[in-house]
């Protein structure tokens, strides 16, 4: 029998040999031993394991094989926010894109940008500490994902330890995918079975990343390509296309048609060369991701609330097909838009089975020329939203007929009105059951205070049965009131009402979001938490004060004023706050920043900064851009040909500030 000592020595050699020849086989592909040999070492991998199970590592290779089931995921908070991306459609958008970060860093000089293909999978944050991978992640909203640690370590491109003398922190992002060949090997194991088959790879990939028994994960063929890290800082280098050598040498897989491409005329000829392989790569892709090279000007391009402004998605033409116009429904939304929804002969697109698809408003109708019972050609919008690009004119037989918009709302009868200047036909009444509905939705959902357990189907069923009407009968809800009805059971309704108690207290901008005031989104209502911090000052805020807001503009400052003034919102928020919604602010306190407190104003034409990098200093100092003089503002940054804006400040009495006055201020 082999003493301890020596099986812990063997066992090291064992991991290491492992180790290597997996990487030549599924990142390298190029394998130095045969299969046959490569189960021998792991067989007596296994077998030393099992005498001596006290010397199992966290990165042996035979931790890939899954572990016992979870009861649940847990949740992981990114320390760096996993930011989307902004999307590009043709080359004009891409000129657009490179010609806006001109503007912003000042330069006329074509920007150095990687290209690389944009994988359809599930995007993941795998954390290493001295070099072990100990924690793997979903995206989730960005700031908090799901913890599928275990389901990670079952993919062979993930490394477990990394090679060579990796960094003490290094936080790898990059996006786990199913190759094709294994998409389609899957379904018909399913098929096989009698389960239902998954509608795309992505899918299929995304399902078996959240089972929660990771033997599930380890049985299917996932593969992991990396794209970056959550912070340059981890790493001594100053471009993404150092970083792949980096990464690759660390022992990652590094997708091999990535580019660097000196301006947006080569990253063009570069995603046309990727769009021309797409169908012989043997995964799925939806376009090209473009990022700025430099991380000196990524850091000074900077992020906007959503996605980073050194870098956009280039996604390709969608799939398409052709389908028939059955029929047409409309749909009343939260603000009352009603939306004609083409109703169409079933069609595959793009591997998902579309049925329905937005016909937008009346305008889009007619500008289409659309008829029930045309014959149209459907695509994914992006690959992902259906919708009716055009009629197939040549294809109709004279027995279509037009579609003819509703006079009154479907849900409430009410008389349908189409505000001046406006495209949509919208239900005036505020009553309107459909508005309701729509509008407890968003409160609930993810958009909003995303209680668990509230979905669509929950608030229909409790409307439908005249238990919840408006916002504040959520906070009236009893799980008695749940557990009669169907579905429900006392255990589902104790935890709908105790996620009801703790989505009281929230933050400001999140509970302004979920109001659904019209033009108001998840950024406004943070610039708004910014500004007036409080419910209180937002309610006692004018016309004007919105306006004020850099970055609100005169349709939603008028939708603002509107809902804060209206006797029915003043009620509503009344019952809310008295039933126990308890806000706060989400953002940092600010107190300690330089520039916390202080205003500023810019006119005239700045040299040292772009307007846009300007504000950005400004910003992440803690300080305050408005766009007017008033007696509030604090500096008025005055650069070449400065007009009436420095006039007004004179008058005022405001501190003028040259541009390099400010860049001194800025620094100090």
């Known amino acids: 029998m082999t003493d301890i000592q020596s099986a812990r020595l063997r066992l090291a050699e064992l991991r290491k040999e492992i180790n290597f020849h997996s990487h030549r086989y599924y990142v390298l592909d190029d394998p130095h031993i045969s299969d046959g040999e490569f189960d021998q070492l792991f067989q007596e991998l296994l077998q030393l394991e099992k005498e001596f199970p006290e010397l199992i590592d966290p990165d042996s290779p035979s931790q890939r094989v899954g572990g016992a089931p979870l009861a649940e995921f847990g949740q992981v908070r990114h320390r760096v926010p996993m930011l989307s991306l902004e999307n590009a459609f043709s080359l004009a958008e891409l000129h657009n894109f490179e010609e806006r970060l001109q503007r912003f860093l000042q330069t006329n000089s074509p920007i150095e940008f990687m290209a ?39 993919i062979q491109t993930v490394p477990l330890r990394l090679h060579g003398a990796p960094p003490p922190l290094l936080e790898v992002r990059g996006e786990v995918f199913l190759p094709l060949s294994g998409f389609e090997q899957l379904n018909a194991q399913r098929a096989a079975s009698g389960l239902p088959l998954f509608a795309n790879p992505r899918n299929a990939a995304a399902g078996s990343l959240r089972q929660l028994d990771s033997k599930i994960a380890a049985s299917r063929p996932l ?23 980096i990464l690759r040498g660390l022992g990652f897989k590094i997708n091999p048609l990535r580019k660097l491409c000196k301006g947006a005329g080569a990253v063009d000829r570069h995603c046309g060369f990727i769009q021309e392989q797409r169908a012989e790569l043997g995964y799925d892709i939806d376009g090209v991701v473009v990022k700025v090279n430099n991380f000196d000007l990524q850091k000074r391009l900077g992020n906007k609330a959503r996605s980073p402004r050194w870098a956009i998605a280039w996604k390709f033409a969608a799939h398409q097909a052709t389908s028939r116009i059955l029929g047409v429904e409309y749909g009343v939304g939260r603000t009352g838009i009603i939306t004609p929804i083409a109703i169409l002969k079933p069609v595959t697109v793009g591997g998902v089975v579309v049925q329905r698809a937005t016909l937008h408003n009346e305008d889009e109708i007619r ?3 659309l008829y029930l019972g045309d014959t149209v050609l459907v695509q994914r919008a992006g690959d992902v939203i259906p919708e009716i690009v ?11 007929e037009p579609i003819v918009m509703p006079e009154h709302c479907p849900a409430c009868s009410t008389k349908l009105s189409r505000p001046y200047g406006e ?6 009444n505020k009553q309107c059951s459909a508005q309701q509905i729509r509008a407890l ?3 609930c959902g993810k958009a909003g205070l995303d209680i668990e357990g509230l979905g669509q189907k929950a608030i229909e069923q409790l409307y439908e049965h005249s238990i919840v009407f408006e916002l504040p009968d959520i906070y009236m809800l009893q799980a008695e009131d749940l557990a009669r009805l169907d579905g429900w059971g006392a255990r589902s309704a104790e935890k709908v009402i105790q996620a009801i108690e703790e989505s009281k207290n929230t933050t400001l901008a999140r509970f302004v979001a979920a109001l659904g005031i019209r033009f108001v989104g998840e950024v406004t209502s943070q610039l708004l938490e910014q500004r007036f911090e409080t419910l ?5 805020a004018s016309h004007a004060d ?38 706060s602010r989400g953002a940092a306190p600010q107190e300690n920043r330089p520039l916390t407190g202080k205003v500023f104003v810019f006119t005239g034409t700045l040299h040292m900064f772009s307007r846009n990098e300007a504000k950005l200093r400004v910003k992440e100092l803690g300080g305050q851009v408005v766009s007017s003089v008033s007696k509030k503002v604090t500096y008025v940054v005055c650069g070449e040909k400065a007009g009436s804006k420095k006039k007004k400040a004179e008058e005022l009495g405001s501190t003028l500030l040259s541009e390099e006055e400010f860049s001194a201020l800025i620094n100090s």
């Open 423 to 428: 495209s949509a036909l919208r239900c005036p």
């Open 367 to 369: 500008r289409k020329n």
């Open 223 to 245: 593969d992991f390509f990396c794209y970056g890290i959550a912070d340059s800082l981890q790493v001594q280098c100053n471009s993404q296309s150092k970083l792949f050598e």
């Open 441 to 443: 939705i968003h409160y």
């Open 546 to 583: 919105f306006m004020d807001v850099e970055g609100i503009g005169e349709q939603a400052a008028t939708s603002l004023s509107e809902y804060f003034s209206n006797t029915h919102s003043v009620a509503l928020l009344d019952r809310l706050l008295a039933l126990g919604v308890h806000l």
């Open 390 to 400: 055009k009629a197939v004119a040549d294809k109709r037989t004279g027995s279509e």
């Open 116 to 154: 690389e293909p944009k994988l359809d999978g599930l995007a993941v944050e795998l954390v290493y500490h001295n070099g072990l991978f100990v924690v793997g992640s979903t995206r989730g909203d960005g700031a908090v994902g799901e913890d599928i640690t275990a389901n990670l370590k079952t």
């Open 536 to 540: 209180e000052a937002l309610r006692n």
